[in-house]
């Protein structure tokens, strides 16, 4: 009897053990994948201030010091809707790669619901936003009118630049257009009238 006292008892360390050892193994499992999934998403707005922000400043190769001359010098001008961004890095810089959904064209060899590809300068990488004198790249969801040239290049094929890095770039938000950070007066806009676009 007291064998058999023992012997159940036994049983039920042991089974206590290799239970709580699978429970603590199994809850491991769930926070290195919780841990991965959170590493890996790429920040929302409300998350920015949580990661490191670098700022690059240089000198573009076109400047434009009015709307007229964005105009005149764009193959491309529309309006889109960013499907997905996904950031990258290519010898030392990171670049955004955008999925934009056409919305309206102005100007340009396009066609209205296609979808076309915008390459930026910055982007998201191991927890740190890389800017450009100060102008954060494409989210998912955003609504721009954009100044676009065919992209030459070995970082992305088949892709569009925005004319002057950034100041071809207006958000739409709510109704009113965001100008680009460090454009001169002349591109500084708050409507699509402002833009004049036919």
Same mark, same amino acid.
């Given at each position: 009897?007291?064998?058999?006292?023992?012997?159940?008892?036994?049983? $039920?360390?042991?089974?206590?053990?290799?239970?709580?050892?699978?429970?603590?193994?199994?809850?491991?499992?769930?926070?290195?994948?919780?841990?991965?999934?959170?590493?890996?998403?790429?920040?929302?707005?409300?998350?920015?201030?949580? /990661?490191?922000?670098?700022? =690059?400043?240089? !000198?573009?190769?076109?400047?434009?010091?009015?709307?007229?001359?964005?105009?005149?010098?764009?193959?491309?001008?529309?309006?889109?809707?960013?499907? =997905?961004?996904?950031?990258?890095?290519?010898?030392? =810089?990171?670049?955004? $790669?955008?999925?934009?959904?056409?919305?309206?064209?102005?100007?340009?060899?396009?066609?209205?619901?296609?979808? /076309?590809?915008? $390459?930026?300068?910055?982007?998201?990488?191991?927890?740190?936003?890389?800017?450009?004198?100060?102008?954060?790249?494409?989210?998912?969801?955003?609504?721009?009118?954009?100044? +676009? !040239?065919?992209?030459?290049?070995?970082?992305?094929?088949?892709?569009?630049? /925005?004319?002057? =890095?950034?100041?071809?770039?207006? $958000?739409?938000?709510?109704?009113? +257009?965001?100008?680009?950070?460090?454009?001169?007066?002349?591109?500084?806009?708050?409507?699509?009238?402002?833009?004049?676009?036919?």
């Amino acid at each position: 009897m007291k064998k058999n006292r023992q012997f159940i008892l036994s049983t $039920l360390i042991v089974g206590f053990l290799f239970g709580g050892g699978y429970l603590f193994l199994d809850s491991y499992k769930i926070q290195t994948i919780r841990a991965y999934d959170q590493t890996s998403h790429k920040p929302a707005k409300s998350d920015k201030q949580t /990661i490191k922000k670098v700022d =690059v400043s240089g !000198e573009v190769v076109e400047d434009f010091d009015s709307i007229q001359k964005l105009n005149e010098s764009a193959e491309v001008i529309a309006k889109v809707e960013i499907n =997905v961004s996904e950031s990258f890095q290519y010898k030392n =810089v990171v670049f955004t $790669l955008s999925d934009a959904k056409v919305k309206q064209v102005y100007k340009g060899d396009v066609e209205p619901e296609n979808v /076309i590809k915008i $390459l930026e300068t910055g982007g998201y990488k191991d927890g740190t936003e890389y800017t450009f004198e100060g102008n954060e790249v494409f989210e998912t969801g955003e609504k721009a009118y954009v100044y +676009l !040239e065919k992209y030459e290049g070995p970082v992305a094929k088949d892709a569009y630049v /925005i004319k002057g =890095v950034y100041q071809g770039k207006f $958000l739409e938000e709510e109704g009113e +257009l965001l100008s680009p950070n460090g454009v001169a007066k002349g591109l500084q806009v708050n409507s699509e009238r402002q833009l004049q676009l036919n």
